[in-house]
């Protein structure tokens, strides 16, 4: 049975339109001629739906932004170096910062040999360490900023404009730096974390950045305008996550899964 190359939908032998509209090929002249217009078509949705993504994204509509890029790239044409970006970036900002370190990643590995001018690899790699930071991997971090670094003569700005970038990243990693001090770390968001809880995260999975994942995830399912997130702290060898609420506090355990027990 005929599927429609356009909707995908399943049609009756012999039908010539489908009720989405697109006509199907009904001999084999009109063959070279309906794929062109198939594949016209899926250039035009894609560059549709690319503009509505970044401009999504620049209204902080970030949710939104996300679904566009997915539409986008699952018309199977290939992908676009702004497209991808703010993609990763809309990850980010939905605090879904896995992703988004996963996204630069296949960004950086597309077009770091690319002649491609208009890609970031710099600003890839530290979009990548403000992820890995949120995650609570400092290290991993400090070692995206050096890399941001030597990708920023490649960028195509003006030399003043890549003395500030190179001093925004090296402050960026000196922050980390020093963060990532001492007994424990600060995370951005979550704020201080000792060394007992955090090895404490490292032992409830195979992999930290995804136990913390889970944890930005749990916290985000109960946070709200009335309950707010205030401390982690082990209890009778557990994690707990502390809310605070208007009538005094919740407590939550943590078991490295994005829900609590």
Not at 40 to 45: N, P, S, T, Y
Request: charge should be negative; proline fraction near 2%.
């Amino acid at each position: 049975m005929p599927i429609c190359p356009i909707c995908g939908a399943v049609l009756k032998k012999g039908t010539e339109t489908c009720s989405c509209g697109t006509t199907l090929i009904t001999s084999d002249d009109d063959d070279l001629e309906h794929l062109l217009t198939v594949e016209a078509r899926k250039v035009e949705m894609f560059q549709e739906f690319k503009g509505k993504c970044i401009e999504a994204f620049e209204e902080g509509e970030y949710e939104k932004s996300f679904d566009y890029s997915t539409k986008a790239l699952n018309l199977g044409i290939g992908s676009d170096a702004d497209l991808s970006f703010a993609r990763g970036k809309s990850l980010y900002y939905l605090n879904r910062f896995l992703d988004a370190s996963n996204c630069f990643d296949a960004y950086i590995k597309e077009y770091k040999d690319s002649f491609y001018r208009f890609s970031n690899i710099s600003g890839a790699y530290e979009w990548k360490a403000a992820a890995l930071w949120q995650l609570g991997d400092g290290f991993g971090a400090i070692k995206c900023y050096y890399r941001a670094l030597d990708y920023v003569d490649n960028k195509p700005c003006s030399i003043d404009e890549k003395m500030d970038i190179r001093s925004r990243i090296e402050d960026s990693r000196i922050s980390v730096m020093q963060a990532s001090r001492g007994e424990g770390m600060a995370n951005p968001r979550l704020g201080d974390i000792d060394i007992e809880v955090y090895d404490k995260l490292n032992g409830l999975g195979s992999d930290i950045n995804e136990t913390m994942q889970n944890l930005y995830d749990a916290i985000g399912e109960v946070a709200s305008d009335e309950c707010e997130f205030k401390a982690l702290f082990l209890k009778d060898d557990d994690i707990y996550v502390e809310f605070s609420t208007s009538d005094g506090s919740v407590e939550k355990c943590f078991d490295g899964t994005s829900t609590f027990k």
